[in-house]
């Protein structure tokens, strides 16, 4: 005999929920596992989590429009004869040529010109495009050594040693076959049409002693000029910033697992990976521990977007902020504009991830020439500079409040936590006590 209880709602589980409960069911049907790019979309402790204190009495604030407030940022102090100085501490993260299309990459080099600050090339190495239109540009060395030749070393401005990214920290590169070209398959010397999968370490060290020898090999090769940057994905970041130190990096790059990717397992997205909130500290506290701080400088990474991450993250102690899925979405990914276009993809704008399939209607994450061409580099590029400079000014009338006459000068003291995750994370006061849990060591 059934029963049925007409007092209470069927009730949905919050472990079995809607989503998993597809996953479950597409893994039933395909029996393969989930390709997606983007950053992981868990709700994790993040700066939202953070606020502002500002000045009253006892802090005096900068009046806005009269008083200076700095926003430049040299990168690469310690060792390399040509440090990069940059107007804004918000740089252009590495997007491979291949994940990306080539207007897309001249358009990234035309906003951050307009800007005053660098972007960085990607697993697919250097276009012509890129670097004519960077004036600051940073050439990735990857462990795939994909696009990989030393006459790009010397046309860089800087160089940046990929050890690891925040979205798959231990895990390698994926290109699938449809993105790979007849000019993407030349500049990575792999056969067209192939899907790709990249090495999760690089083949020539098996640790830091090797990392050191690398780090020497390529300050030769390009006589000492270039910063050296080592980007690792937000794992054990104290070890990991004192390792990268004692290889001899000139900047330290941490990407936290809301960093974006062009596509990685999904399970590796949202599974592995400590937030980008839970890493700054610990870093900032490796480099003090050495007395590196500030000669080292250090660039977070890592669901990065607005002027107020950007004073956040800077208060915690980086130097300068790195920005991937933000800069994309101001060139115009995951426009509403193309809605009619997602939905025929089976997705919808804002939830577009499929970067990896080449199909994006915004010409961004594509190789197929025609979408590739639907994205003016001229225009995108503008738009990128105006969301830069909005960032920039953002940032910077936060800091004016807090009486600081450079970004630099915020500090963790600027700041309160909401809940009692990130206050111990971020290592500030809960809002309204003085006090915040773990004060232990990393
Ligand atoms: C489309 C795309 C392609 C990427 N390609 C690379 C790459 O080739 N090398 C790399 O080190 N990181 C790559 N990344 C990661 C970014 O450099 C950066 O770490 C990350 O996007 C920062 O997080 P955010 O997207 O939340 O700003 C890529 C990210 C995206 C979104």
């Not at 700095?70 to 997007?95: C, E, H, N, S």
């Amino acid at each position: 005999m059934s029963y049925h209880n007409p007092f209470t709602p069927p009730r949905r589980s919050a472990t079995f929920d809607d989503h998993t409960l597809a996953e479950i069911r597409r893994a039933a049907a395909t029996g393969i596992y989930d390709i997606r790019g983007a950053g992981t979309k868990r709700k994790v402790p993040h700066f939202d989590d953070l606020l502002f204190l500002g000045a009253s009495i006892s802090r005096y604030p900068l009046e806005g429009y009269r008083e200076k407030c700095d926003t430049t940022v040299t990168l690469g102090t310690r060792f390399a004869k040509k440090p990069i100085t940059l107007k804004t501490p918000i740089t252009i993260a590495g997007m491979s040529f291949g994940a990306l299309s080539g207007n897309a990459k001249e358009a990234l080099g035309r906003g951050a010109t307009i800007a005053g600050t660098s972007t960085t090339t990607g697993d697919g190495g250097m276009t012509d495009e890129e670097r004519g239109h960077s004036q600051t540009l940073v050439y990735q060395y990857l462990p795939s050594r994909y696009g990989m030749n030393p006459k790009d070393l010397r046309r860089a401005d800087a160089i940046e040693v990929v050890v690891g990214q925040g979205a798959k920290p231990g895990g390698g590169g994926m290109l699938l076959g449809q993105k790979i070209s007849d000019r993407v398959a030349n500049m990575r010397n792999l056969p067209k049409g192939i899907d790709q999968r990249s090495a999760c370490r690089h083949p020539d060290w098996t640790g830091p002693d090797d990392l050191e020898i690398k780090i020497l090999e390529l300050r030769e090769i390009t006589d000492w000029e270039k910063p050296i940057y080592i980007k690792v994905g937000g794992a054990r970041p104290y070890y990991d910033t004192a390792l990268a130190v004692k290889a001899g990096a000139d900047v330290v790059v941490l990407d936290g697992m809301q960093g974006g990717t062009a596509a990685t397992q999904d399970v590796f997205i949202e599974n592995v990976g400590m937030p980008t909130l839970a890493c700054i500290r610990p870093a900032v506290q490796a480099l003090q521990d050495l007395g590196m701080h500030r000669k080292v400088q250090l660039i977070v990474s890592g669901g990065i977007r607005s002027g107020a991450d950007v004073a956040k993250a800077l208060a915690l102690g980086a130097d300068a902020v790195a920005i991937g899925t933000a800069a994309l979405v101001a060139l115009g990914d995951n426009d509403p504009k193309w809605e009619d276009e997602y939905q025929k993809l089976g997705t919808t704008a804002g939830a577009y991830d499929d970067w990896h399939e080449g199909k994006d209607p915004a010409g961004i994450t594509t190789q197929d020439p025609e979408l590739a061409a639907r994205l003016d580099p001229v225009a995108a590029g503008r738009r990128l500079a105006n969301y830069l400079k909005v960032m920039t000014l953002e940032a910077q009338t936060i800091a004016r409040a807090c009486g600081k006459n450079h970004l630099h000068n915020l500090e963790p003291e600027d700041l309160v936590a909401l809940t009692m995750e990130a206050a111990a994370m971020a290592q500030v006061p809960l809002a309204g006590t003085s006090w915040f849990p773990g004060k232990g060591s990393f």
